[in-house]
């Protein structure tokens, strides 16, 4: 007799109440409510990643990339765990039927699998992300130590989550005679071992990954609405965290479903909704420092006044220099963009770069005098914050 089957004998010698009250956690509305709204939510966040990224800064990047890879994995599993809930997810295993749990193990095993890849997936896409900030020094290479780590980590627990056994339909159809290990419920101790190396190596990534660009806050200068719009981020990569270690501590004290008694689909509703969450967050943190730049000078543009001055540009080597220089910001329509180890756009010595960068043939001068006939003109329209008096 194999082990799946005597711990569903045991389970038939002490069964559970069929007529118990399903906890909230394990209710078809709870389950749904916040897998769908979550998903909605970070679908939100990579869209308009997306339009911040094509429409306004114009430069696509392997982070986006590996963002909508995870992204749509992530609606996958979504879409596999609400089918998991029609198969009895939620509800006591002893009393589906053996064709309902084959279908639920069928489904969790490819929900499972998916979200093994997506817990990489994420992550490399936060580290592609932070190279744009760390272009050279001791954090770029810290970066790329943990991508290449974390991508053979990935690797490695994708194919013992996908070939957990041999055949392959063994894992779910226990009536094939087949080989199984880890996540295949060989035994025991060596399934529960496998969800507790992954969950705990998952939360410690997590760790190094939300600890690594704090050496931002010690950036000379650093305004204050940046300091509060990073702490903001840092923040939410904490719950990101917190979710990661909530699920841990399901899979612990439940022992991957098999404590006090073997029920996956009676014990598995908190730790599965906490791994599709886990991946959400981490999608709505790895898009927020590109969106919110633009949300925060959208709600500046409502309050403010603008003047009018008129200024002379000659060409000269000089300006065509500076025009060189910025030729791909104005083809951009003055669209701002973080260049990697530069923190210039987090301080307060952008008006002295840009004092330090004017061509000296750039004055004042009237309209009307003879020169104007040569020289080029240009229309700036400068804001300046309304007083805090003003009306």
């Not at 990579?46 to 890879?69: N, P, S």
């Not at 936060?126 to 290479?141: D, H």
């Not at 200068?221 to 841990?248: D, E, I, Q």
């Not at 612990?252 to 479903?257: D, F, H, P, Q």
């Amino acid at each position: 007799m194999s082990t799946y089957d005597k711990l569903l004998s045991a389970t038939l010698s002490h069964p559970p109440d069929p007529n118990e009250p399903l906890p909230m956690s394990n209710r078809k509305a709870t389950i749904f409510g916040t897998i769908v709204v979550f998903l909605a939510i970070s679908w939100l966040a990579v869209v308009f990643r997306l339009w911040v990224r094509l429409r306004v800064v114009k430069e696509i990047g392997w982070d986006d990339v590996f963002v909508v890879a995870a992204q749509s994995l992530n609606t996958a599993a979504a879409v596999v765990v609400c089918l998991s809930v029609e198969a009895g997810l939620g509800h006591h295993m002893l009393y589906l039927g053996p064709g309902k749990i084959e279908n639920y193990l069928l489904l969790f095993w490819v929900e499972h699998c998916i979200y093994l890849g997506n817990t990489a997936l994420i992550k490399i896409a936060l580290l592609l992300q932070y190279l744009r900030i760390f272009k050279a020094g001791v954090m770029r290479w810290i970066c790329i130590g943990l991508l290449v780590t974390i991508s053979l980590w990935g690797l490695a627990f994708s194919m013992v989550g996908w070939f957990a056994c041999f055949p392959i339909q063994g894992t779910w159809d226990r009536t094939v005679p087949a080989k199984c290990y880890g996540f295949g419920f060989g035994d025991v101790p060596g399934f529960i071992a496998a969800f507790k190396a992954h969950s705990a190596s998952n939360m410690m990534f997590d760790i190094l990954i939300f600890i690594t660009p704090m050496i931002l806050f010690r950036t000379p200068h650093l305004r204050p609405k940046n300091l509060l719009a990073m702490a903001g981020v840092f923040t939410f990569g904490a719950v990101v965290v917190t979710t990661s270690v909530w699920r841990l501590h399901g899979i612990v004290s439940t022992k991957g479903g098999t404590y006090p008694y073997a029920d996956f689909t009676w014990w598995s509703p908190t730790i599965i909704v906490l791994s599709c969450l886990e991946v959400d967050l981490a999608i709505i943190c790895a898009s927020m420092p590109i969106f919110w730049p633009i949300i925060e000078r959208s709600f500046v543009a409502i309050f403010v006044s603008y003047e009018v001055k008129v200024v002379e540009e000659r060409v000269s080597d000089c300006g065509l220099m500076h025009e060189l220089e910025h030729m791909k910001t104005r083809d951009r329509g003055g669209s701002v963009k973080s260049n990697g180890t530069s923190t210039r756009e987090l301080t307060n010595d952008e008006e002295e770069i840009g004092q330090s960068r004017k061509c000296p043939y750039t004055v004042g001068f009237d309209p009307l005098d003879e020169e104007a006939k040569t020289a080029g003109l240009k229309t700036e329209i400068q804001s300046k914050p309304r007083e805090k008096w003003q009306l």
